[in-house]
């Protein structure tokens, strides 16, 4: 479903961004109205497979998408 296809997505910018699994990286997920509380309910599941030490989960603006993930090594 949904955070499977966000997991995917996270682990594609991890590798663009030339991050290693050991990496320490915080995540920035920009949801649509229907997919924020999907988002947050797997919060735990999401930082475990991202493998980020925090995910910022806030309301995406642009409803056209579903949503949008930024990744930062920290």
Same mark, same amino acid.
């Given at each position: 479903?949904?955070?499977? %296809?966000? /997991?995917?997505?996270?682990? +594609?910018?991890?590798?663009?961004?030339?991050?290693?699994? +050991? %990496?320490?990286? +915080?995540?920035? /997920?920009?949801?649509? =109205?229907?997919?924020?509380?999907?988002?947050?309910?797997? =919060?735990?599941?999401?930082?475990?497979?991202?493998?980020?030490?925090?995910?910022?989960?806030?309301?995406?603006?642009?409803?056209?998408?579903?949503?949008?993930? /930024?990744?930062? =090594? /920290?």
């Amino acid at each position: 479903g949904i955070i499977r %296809d966000i /997991i995917r997505l996270a682990q +594609s910018i991890r590798k663009e961004q030339g991050l290693r699994p +050991s %990496d320490k990286v +915080s995540a920035i /997920i920009s949801a649509s =109205k229907e997919v924020k509380p999907i988002v947050e309910k797997n =919060k735990h599941i999401l930082l475990r497979e991202i493998r980020a030490q925090e995910i910022l989960v806030n309301n995406l603006e642009n409803e056209e998408d579903n949503y949008k993930i /930024i990744i930062k =090594k /920290i």
